[in-house]
């Protein structure tokens, strides 16, 4: 394979150094952690920053379809998320409705970097939605656990019954 077919990950850990300096970026490691960004590592690329956003608004998109589904499960969901849903309390509804709109702002903001290259801009994207993502981890860690909580709950229901 030739050289400028993948990159190597030490290469594109190098490249990123000068950009975390410039800009102030959280640490390589963490945002591989949160977003998997090794795997730009498979092609090369002149805009690195770029690479990592778009990396970063595939796990905040993969995010906004779940969320999607328990707002809406009647729009195409599996069945199960019916089940889940009927058990979530007004509580549980607002939290899943108050994530997707702090995630679906970093979607608008990805979006709009598609539009432009700029090299700040995708900077400042990244260190904010790096930095305001704990708090989602921990919103979707609840909803999880919420969600975990409602299915037992159901199929506990659903075995003391006959279905057929």
Do not use: Q
Not at 9 to 27: A, T
Not at 91 to 112: C, F, G, S
């Amino acid at each position: 394979m030739k050289d400028c077919e993948i990159w190597n990950l030490d290469k594109v850990k190098k490249e990123f150094s000068v950009f975390e300096k410039k800009h102030k970026l959280p640490k390589f490691d963490k945002l591989n952690e949160d977003f998997d960004i090794e795997r730009i590592a498979e092609k090369e690329t002149d805009f690195l920053l770029r690479e990592i956003r778009k990396t970063i608004a595939d796990k905040i998109l993969a995010y906004l379809r779940f969320l999607e589904i328990l707002i809406n499960p009647a729009n195409g969901g599996p069945m199960f998320f019916f089940m889940i849903v009927k058990g979530l309390n007004v509580n549980d509804k607002t939290l899943v409705e108050e994530t997707y709109k702090k995630i679906a702002k970093y979607e608008l903001d990805a979006i709009a970097l598609d539009n432009r290259y700029d090299e700040k801009a995708e900077a400042v994207f990244i260190n904010k939605v790096c930095g305001e993502w704990k708090d989602v981890k921990d919103d979707i860690d609840k909803l999880v656990s919420i969600m975990k909580e409602s299915w037992e709950k159901e199929t506990e229901k659903n075995d003391k019954g006959y279905f057929g």
